[in-house]
């Protein structure tokens, strides 16, 4: 069993930044593809970036060049790094892994869910 504990959310203006953690019991964190979705109110959840187990990463288009997602293993944290961003930004961001060690856009595919973290971009 994994579990997971977002922080990092909060209150910022357009043009502004946040990092979002993750941080992830067990001692197979290494093993796991990680990523992060994000929920707007009315909306359905999208899928925002993922991190395999070894490193490799990749971005919705509608984020990209602005977010960028890392992983500390030592730590047992996945991070988000947001720069720029727009009021299109408010959301929950919710951290998921998968034992497959992948990722994947789907959520189908994720094994553990975090409670998600509240993002409010201000215009």
């Known amino acids: 069993q994994v579990h997971l504990v977002e922080s990092g959310g909060g209150l910022v203006q357009a043009g502004g930044s946040l990092r979002l953690s993750c941080a992830a019991s067990g001692r197979t964190f290494s093993n796991y593809g990680m990523a992060w979705f994000r929920q707007a109110p009315g909306k359905q959840r999208e899928w925002v970036a993922g991190?395999?187990?070894?490193?490799?990463?990749n971005s919705a288009d509608s984020v990209k060049g602005r977010f960028t997602i890392s992983r500390d293993n030592a730590k047992n944290t996945v991070y988000l790094q947001m720069n720029s961003l727009k009021p299109e930004d408010t959301a929950v961001c919710i951290c998921a892994a998968t034992r497959s060690g992948y990722y994947y856009a789907s959520g189908s595919h994720y094994d553990y869910w975090g409670q998600g973290t509240q993002v409010t971009v201000s215009s």
């Open positions: 991190i395999t187990s070894g490193g490799s990463t």
